[in-house]
């Protein structure tokens, strides 16, 4: 054993002499809707102050600590197991004063609803696939689950549908000490290696969920409201799945909005709600399918074009609509690749892009030549002096870009 470790050791040991530790009541174990209460103050380090009992909780199992006030000053933290401390700022208190808490009933409320919701959607999952918990994250702003496991959108929606009956059938939620010996397969949910203490207190909902659990929970699910998961997606590689739900009137508020886009959606694929997925997925082939024609008709377009005589040049124009731009400029490349030739090729989207390319043995600059003929029009180009591309926002008549094109090369 080394000295230092001795050392701290007795550091440790006197710190515990002079800093005994004093239980503190959790007043939010017996009843998790006291909203206010009277303590006295057993300690007192810098902000933190520690009560003989406290309805404020520290957080733990995902959930956040409680928010409040204690003689009116903002509480900023909350920690501790036996011995409860909480962070009031400027306070002016001192061991035996007595307090007055009152918690931000608004918060705790929220949180009780989170919590009694996610032990529900945790085990209507689970019933589901084979599924491990890596994170919960409960706070009034956002509430996250982020499992490991196979999920799909049938088992959540199955799943919701689920803790929403359960929330309408009022199953009540339940507390009791188990000793952790008894706690074996099929019993509640539990970690016991996260564990110290012999007896486990175990939370049930109904029959519905048992799970060992030291949060603070509603008496009644219905109290929820309701419970709607508003965010499913990849949450690699902390897990599989991030899963963001809401509870109480915001998830009806949410519910209710999803609920008319959807029919806003189907409305516009000319489908029923129920048959909108299948309508969008038969739109996605249509759309890959007409590509794939412009595509193909492009190409045709491209190949089948007929130079004019411009002195010793031959002068290749064209214009094309939806094409691939990249298709476009790897024509005009072909197109001036057997020498003395310049090409011309105007792409419409809803932007109007010109590509300009003539050949090696051509004494043009198609930089130069571009932008005179963009410029015109509020566009503008670069490239190289015998590659030119460049566009002008909106669309104008191809002809006109074209002919003054040509009309510059004659008199070149
Ligand atoms: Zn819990």
Request: aromatic share 6%; net charge positive; charged share 40%.
């Given at each position: 054993m080394s000295s230092s470790f001795l050392y701290k050791l007795g550091v440790d040991y006197l710190h515990e002499l002079s800093h005994p530790q004093v239980m503190t009541v959790k007043l939010y174990e017996a009843?998790?809707?006291?909203?206010e209460f009277t303590a006295i103050v057993t300690k007192v380090e810098g902000d933190w102050v520690v009560l003989d009992?406290?309805?404020?909780y520290p957080g733990g199992g995902g959930q956040e600590r409680d928010r409040g006030t204690l003689n009116g000053g903002e509480v900023t933290g909350v920690k501790g197991k036996e011995e409860i401390s909480h962070q009031v700022p400027g306070h002016a208190l001192k061991v035996g004063s007595p307090v007055k808490g009152v918690l931000d009933w608004d918060n705790r409320c929220c949180l009780m609803r989170a919590h009694t919701g996610e032990h529900l959607l945790f085990s209507s999952l689970s019933r589901r696939t084979e599924m491990e918990l890596v994170k919960i994250s409960l706070s009034k702003e956002k509430k996250v689950l982020i499992v490991k496991g196979h999920l799909d959108w049938d088992m959540v929606r199955d799943a919701m549908q689920e803790v929403n009956d359960i929330i309408a059938e009022g199953a009540e939620v339940t507390c009791h000490q188990v000793d952790?010996?008894?706690?074996?397969?099929?019993?509640?949910?539990?970690?016991?290696?996260?564990i110290s203490d012999r007896m486990v207190r175990v939370v049930s909902i109904g029959g519905h969920d048992s799970a060992a659990c030291a949060g603070v929970h509603l008496k009644?699910?219905?109290?929820?409201?309701m419970l709607l998961v508003s965010k499913f997606t990849s949450a690699k590689p902390a897990g599989d799945w991030e899963i963001e739900f809401l509870v109480g009137a915001e998830a009806v508020r949410m519910a209710v909005d999803h609920s008319v886009r959807s029919l806003m959606l189907a409305e516009r694929l000319g489908s029923l709600p129920q048959d909108s997925l299948t309508a969008f997925d038969n739109r996605d082939r249509e759309l890959v399918r007409a590509r794939e024609a412009l595509k193909a008709y492009g190409r045709l377009a491209l190949s089948s074009l007929n130079p004019e005589q411009l002195g010793d040049r031959k002068f290749f124009s064209g214009s094309f609509t939806g094409l691939d731009r990249k298709m476009v400029m790897e024509r005009a490349n072909e197109l001036v690749s057997r020498g003395s030739s310049v090409a011309a090729l105007v792409c419409q989207d809803d932007k109007t892009f010109l590509v300009l390319a003539c050949s090696t043995d051509v004494k043009l600059d198609c930089v130069a030549l571009l932008n005179k003929v963009l410029s015109q029009h509020g566009g503008r180009g670069g490239g190289k002096p015998n590659f030119a591309s460049g566009g002008i926002l909106g669309l104008l008549d191809a002809s006109v870009l074209l002919d003054e094109i040509s009309r510059l090369l004659k008199m070149s």
């Open positions: 009843d998790p809707y006291l909203k009992r406290t309805a404020f952790r010996e008894n706690l074996g397969e099929g019993g509640p949910r539990v970690k016991l290696d996260r009644n699910a219905r109290e929820i409201g």
